[in-house]
């Protein structure tokens, strides 16, 4: 009995220090609050926002094209954490920003960081806010303690800053030209939904009012057509209302209302006719070259032929040279020979010696 004693204390004394050693586990981060204002900057309405858990749902808010980040610029995010822990907040195409401007504190589009981190120390919230400068969708990544939570957001534009056209700069008479508009805020963001208006100088536009389109393929733009007169140029000038228009800020680039696009005229004819001149003369040209050619390897051959010629004959006089002078040493020395037979039979003791 004693002894079951003795291990049922050592139990509750083993169980006690490992409560005493083990810290206690750290609660998991909770975004308590995500809000941005409904109202307006005098008299903000913070609301709650149910959007933003996927990028096909994001919260919408506007872009600072006042080069003001005010509190309808923004999402506000509280988030509950331990004591002593960090948060940190990693945007994509957005930019993270400890407080909005005030008419005290002003925070501009230049103002802020992708990358964001706050320990907070001795309390348990952080609070940021979050805004972007593009209508493309944006991510906002909150980390704490290896727990991570996304929301997405996305830019809305509405007033234009320049209206960007394209377009070829030449065509020919007669064939039809189509130039492009688009209405584009201050950080390039394109605008739906703007009416532009277009005059031309020496052509017939299609339209002279047209709407920016609100699609994949020409989201914030829209066309106008016309066909090439006999002579140009042609002259399009595309201009917003006064309405759509951004104002000037200090720190941003001058707002464009109007937007000129010139068109060179081609007479088809005469183009054909200038290149049909080129083609002839680029023709002679090579004609020309390659008759050049041609004598130059004929020439080139005949050198050859005269160069193999002579080279052969020289080696047929090298031959006869070498035979006759083979026959004149031979013959030189059947007669030496022949006299010296004579010779030593004449005189037996005056032998000279024959030659071989």
Same mark, same amino acid.
């Given at each position: 009995?004693?002894?079951? #004693?003795?291990?049922? @204390?050592?139990?509750?004394?083993?169980?006690?220090?490992?409560? !005493?050693?083990?810290?206690?586990?750290?609660?998991?981060? %909770?975004?308590?609050?995500?809000?941005?204002?409904?109202?307006? $900057?005098?008299?903000?309405?913070?609301?709650?926002?149910?959007?933003?858990?996927?990028?096909?749902?994001?919260?919408?808010?506007?872009?600072?094209?006042?080069?003001?980040?005010?509190? @309808? &610029?923004?999402?506000?995010?509280?988030?509950?954490? &331990?004591?002593?822990?960090?948060?940190?907040? %990693?945007?994509?195409?957005?930019?993270?920003?400890?407080?909005?401007?005030?008419? =005290?504190?002003?925070?501009?589009?230049?103002?802020?960081?992708?990358?964001?981190?706050?320990? $907070?120390?001795?309390?348990?919230?952080?609070?940021?806010?979050?805004?972007?400068?593009?209508?493309?969708?944006?991510?906002?990544?909150?980390?704490?303690?290896?727990?991570?939570?996304?929301?997405?957001?996305?830019?809305?534009?509405?007033?234009? +800053?320049?209206?960007?056209?394209?377009?070829?700069?030449?065509?020919?008479?007669?064939?039809?030209?189509?130039?492009?508009?688009?209405?584009? &805020?201050?950080?390039?963001?394109?605008?739906?939904? #703007?009416?532009?208006?277009?005059?031309?100088?020496?052509?017939?536009?299609? =339209?002279?009012?047209?709407?920016?389109?609100?699609?994949?393929?020409?989201?914030?733009?829209?066309?106008?057509?016309?066909?090439?007169?006999?002579?140009?140029?042609?002259?399009?000038?595309?201009?917003?209302?006064?309405? +759509?228009?951004?104002?000037?800020?200090?720190?941003?680039?001058?707002?464009?209302?109007?937007?000129? #696009?010139?068109?060179?005229?081609?007479? !088809?004819?005469? &183009?054909?006719?200038? /290149?049909?001149?080129?083609?002839?003369?680029?023709?002679?040209?090579?004609?020309?070259?390659?008759?050049?050619?041609?004598?130059?390897? =004929?020439?080139?051959?005949?050198? #050859?032929?005269?160069?193999?010629?002579?080279?052969?004959?020289?080696?047929? +006089?090298?031959?006869?040279?070498?035979?006759?002078?083979? !026959?004149?040493?031979?013959?030189?020395?059947?007669?030496?020979?022949?006299?010296?037979?004579?010779?030593?039979?004449?005189?037996?003791? /005056?032998? %000279?010696?024959?030659?071989?």
């Amino acid at each position: 009995m004693k002894s079951f #004693k003795k291990i049922a @204390l050592a139990m509750v004394a083993a169980m006690a220090m490992g409560t !005493l050693a083990t810290p206690a586990s750290a609660a998991p981060m %909770v975004v308590t609050s995500v809000k941005k204002n409904t109202g307006t $900057v005098a008299a903000p309405t913070w609301t709650a926002q149910t959007a933003g858990t996927s990028a096909a749902t994001p919260i919408t808010i506007s872009v600072p094209t006042d080069n003001s980040v005010d509190s @309808l &610029d923004v999402v506000e995010f509280v988030v509950t954490v &331990d004591t002593g822990t960090a948060v940190s907040v %990693v945007a994509t195409n957005a930019v993270v920003v400890s407080a909005f401007a005030t008419s =005290t504190a002003p925070v501009t589009a230049s103002s802020g960081s992708s990358t964001w981190t706050q320990n $907070v120390g001795t309390g348990i919230t952080s609070t940021f806010y979050v805004y972007t400068k593009t209508t493309a969708v944006s991510s906002v990544s909150i980390t704490n303690l290896g727990t991570t939570v996304t929301y997405y957001l996305q830019g809305t534009s509405t007033l234009i +800053d320049k209206i960007a056209v394209t377009g070829v700069d030449s065509a020919p008479a007669g064939t039809s030209v189509t130039v492009t508009a688009t209405a584009q &805020d201050v950080f390039g963001n394109k605008i739906s939904g #703007k009416t532009l208006n277009a005059i031309a100088n020496g052509a017939t536009l299609d =339209t002279v009012t047209v709407t920016t389109g609100a699609t994949l393929t020409n989201f914030g733009s829209a066309d106008v057509k016309f066909v090439a007169p006999a002579t140009g140029p042609v002259t399009i000038v595309f201009y917003a209302a006064t309405a +759509d228009m951004a104002t000037a800020v200090t720190g941003f680039s001058t707002p464009s209302a109007s937007s000129v #696009k010139i068109i060179a005229v081609r007479d !088809l004819a005469g &183009d054909v006719a200038a /290149l049909t001149t080129q083609l002839a003369a680029a023709n002679a040209a090579k004609a020309t070259a390659e008759a050049a050619l041609a004598a130059e390897k =004929t020439a080139r051959a005949a050198d #050859k032929a005269a160069a193999d010629a002579a080279a052969a004959k020289a080696v047929v +006089d090298l031959a006869k040279a070498k035979a006759d002078a083979d !026959l004149a040493k031979a013959t030189y020395i059947k007669e030496y020979n022949a006299l010296a037979t004579k010779w030593n039979k004449k005189f037996p003791k /005056l032998k %000279v010696t024959l030659k071989k």
